[in-house]
């Protein structure tokens, strides 16, 4: 059997495009503040990722107005809710190996 | 409190080398090509993570000749456990907050 790690997809196990994942999969959208502010990110480091999920059709992004003030929401995707599934189940097969191991 | 992928280090997270200290984990020492076929990588990509793993203290590499057989020999360090462990605990946070959120 190849090695747990061996299924792991680069642009959903990355530290932060993991946690944006998880945070989206929590809730119907979520602003561009709030996952700065949660996973403790710079505007420009949170773009740069939220583009790579956005090319890989994980989540949407829809740029809007809330009053005059410019807001950017954020969903995941079926697909996004789906890769997210795959990688926590890859994640639990590594954890139980690594636990057995001890 | 914080998400849990904040707590998470790129160097041990990073797909590949979370393979690579799972496998050394599991034994006393593994050599190069072992690594290498278990992971699936090229021998450049697999040095280049090994270099990063060791200037992290988190492994040990040992070159050396088998018979007239060059042969690398890698084995994890007592910090590379401890990271290990680190990162497993924080998967299984993650992993625990994710499948509460379905």
Same mark, same amino acid.
């Given at each position: 059997?190849?090695?747990?790690?061996? *299924?792991?997809?680069?642009?959903?196990?990355?530290?932060?495009? /993991? *946690? %944006? /994942?998880? %945070?989206?999969?929590?809730?119907?959208?979520?602003?561009?503040? #709030?996952?700065?502010?949660?996973?403790?990110?710079?505007? *420009?480091?949170?773009?740069? !990722?939220?583009?790579v999920l956005?090319?890989?059709?994980? %989540?949407?992004?829809? &740029? *809007? #107005?809330?009053? &005059?003030?410019?807001?950017?929401?954020? &969903? %995941?995707? &079926?697909?996004?809710?789906?890769?997210?599934? #795959?990688?926590?189940?890859?994640?639990?097969?590594?954890? !139980?190996?690594?636990?057995?191991?001890?």
């Open positions: 059997m190849s090695h747990p790690v061996n *299924g792991l997809d680069d642009v959903v196990h990355q530290r932060t495009r /993991l *946690g %944006i /994942l998880a %945070i989206l999969n929590e809730t119907t959208k979520a602003d561009f503040s #709030y996952l700065k502010n949660a996973l403790e990110l710079t505007d *420009g480091n949170l773009s740069r !990722h939220l583009t956005e090319d890989a059709n994980l %989540i949407e992004v829809q &740029k *809007g #107005y809330e009053g &005059k003030r410019p807001r950017t929401w954020v &969903k %995941i995707t &079926k697909l996004g809710k789906k890769a997210l599934a #795959y990688e926590v189940e890859a994640l639990k097969t590594l954890v !139980h190996r690594v636990e057995r191991s001890r």
